[in-house]
Nanobody, 121 residues
Framework: QVRMVESGGGLVQAGGSLRLSCAAS??????VGWFRQAPGKARRFVAA????????LYSDSVKGRFTISRENAKNTVYLQMNSLKPEDTSVYYC????????????????WGQGTQVTVSS
């Protein structure tokens, strides 16, 4: 099974930027998504991208601020986060699956361990 590893989280002030990375353990043709989970809350969809990169999807809460992209030669998907807000504070997880529908539903087969993003006001 493909393993996913997130990195790039940290502490940033409101209005700042971070770039998260999600690296797969081997080349895949999987769709990849990002979810986030704040303390005491359910995991929520953030963004997703198809294997070819020709289609991207975003939640309304991050649209216009976050950009998902991928570099298949490096087996890596990125989440560029700009204009960060305190409410973006969460653990961010990436998920991969052959089916985009599974990624969007949060039922994808390969999840990373998460990376913490904290935005101070």
């Amino acid at each position: 099974q493909v393993r996913m590893v997130e990195s790039g989280g940290g502490l940033v002030q409101a209005g700042g930027s971070l770039r998260l990375s999600c690296a797969a353990s081997e080349p895949t043709t999987y769709a990849v998504g990002w979810f986030r989970q704040a303390p005491g809350k359910a995991r929520r969809f953030v963004a997703a991208i198809t294997w070819s990169g020709d289609s991207t999807l975003y939640s309304d809460s991050v649209k216009g601020r976050f950009t998902i992209s991928r570099e298949n030669a490096k087996n890596t998907v990125y989440l560029q986060m700009n204009s960060l807000k305190p409410e973006d504070t969460s653990v961010y997880y990436c998920v991969a699956d052959p089916r985009l529908s599974a990624v969007l539903a949060g039922t994808g087969r390969s999840w990373g361990q998460g990376t913490q993003v904290t935005v101070s006001s």
